[in-house]
């Protein structure tokens, strides 16, 4: 399949290469629409891999993968991915949205998975253990992509983090645990990492910086994972950061809840910085 980039009503698109699912079945085309559920901007019903480009004004040579949250059934594709590429934007940081394999639902995937969280919750961890092998295939695919169209888009090629969201935090450490040469992150940014879905394993003796973010009053209970992860960098001397807020519930992303863990991009920012990831820019 091309990687080739596409252009859809002014946005850069990019069809990455995959693995067919032979044992996972979609039906239909991916969808997006407004969740009154979550009430957030979702994708549904990802069967083919893409990344939505987001190039800054004057790109700094820092490249940013942001795989979005939402369970493995839907992907928090605003505040949790076009926000955040806009953000880093404004400081020089290119930035990939990723939307990887998801589980295939019908019309409302956020209606089907707040369904069965209440009604069957093993379905969802059945659902989710088949497809997140091929989302986190996605990720590193996402970074050979980002890698290989290095000088295309103005990139230094050791350079290229991974931020994931919650199912998209997971989806950072299956890569994080997986990688190779050619498709190492360079940084990572797990953002309340959904550790039920990839559990915290020992890390590779490569890998490479990592800033955890999540607050300890997450009702699904990721703070103590999110310590578990930044604890096996620090045990095995590798560099780590943790920040955790006392408030801030899940899936906050860029949204302004008045609380200082609406902050926590510009610590990722400041912590960028401090570690050599990104240069500053002229605002």
């Known amino acids: 399949m091309s990687c080739l980039p596409l252009f859809i009503a002014a946005q850069e698109v990019i069809d990455l290469p995959f693995e067919k699912a032979s044992a996972i079945s979609w039906s239909g085309s991916e969808k997006e629409y407004f ?8 994708t549904t019903n990802v069967s ?19 795989a979005p949250g939402g369970g493995l059934y839907a992907l928090s594709i605003e505040s949790e991915g076009r926000m955040v590429a806009e953000w880093l934007n404004e400081r020089g940081i290119t930035a990939f949205v990723l939307k990887y394999r998801l589980v295939p639902t019908g019309e409302d995937g956020v209606k089907e998975i707040t369904v069965a969280s209440q009604s069957n919750p093993a379905e969802i961890m059945e659902n989710v253990s088949a497809v997140i092998p091929f989302s986190v295939k996605d990720g590193l695919n996402a970074i050979s992509f980002a890698r290989k169209y290095a000088t295309t888009y103005s990139i230094n090629p050791d ?8 199912a998209g935090g ?21 953002v309340y990492p959904w550790t039920t879905a990839m559990p915290v394993q020992d890390p590779p003796e490569s890998a490479p910086p990592m800033l955890v973010i999540c607050a300890s009053d ?44 609406d902050d926590w991009i510009s610590r990722v920012y400041d912590w960028m910085l401090a570690e050599e990831l990104t240069n500053r820019i002229n605002q």
């Open 35 to 42: 969740s009154q559920i979550w009430d957030n901007q979702v």
């Open 48 to 66: 083919i891999p893409r990344m939505e480009v987001f190039r800054p004004e004057n790109p700094n040579g820092t490249a940013v993968i942001i």
């Open 159 to 166: 350079k290229i983090g991974f931020m994931g969201f919650s």
């Open 170 to 190: 997971a989806v950072l450490m299956g890569v994080a645990y997986s990688y190779d040469e050619s498709n190492r992150p360079d940084f990572l940014v797990p």
């Open 218 to 261: 997450d009702p699904l209970l990721l703070a103590p994972g999110s310590v578990e992860l930044y604890s096996s960098w620090l045990n095995n001397s590798l560099p780590a950061g943790l920040h955790m807020y006392s408030k801030g519930g899940h899936g906050f992303g860029m949204k302004s809840q008045g609380l200082p863990s």
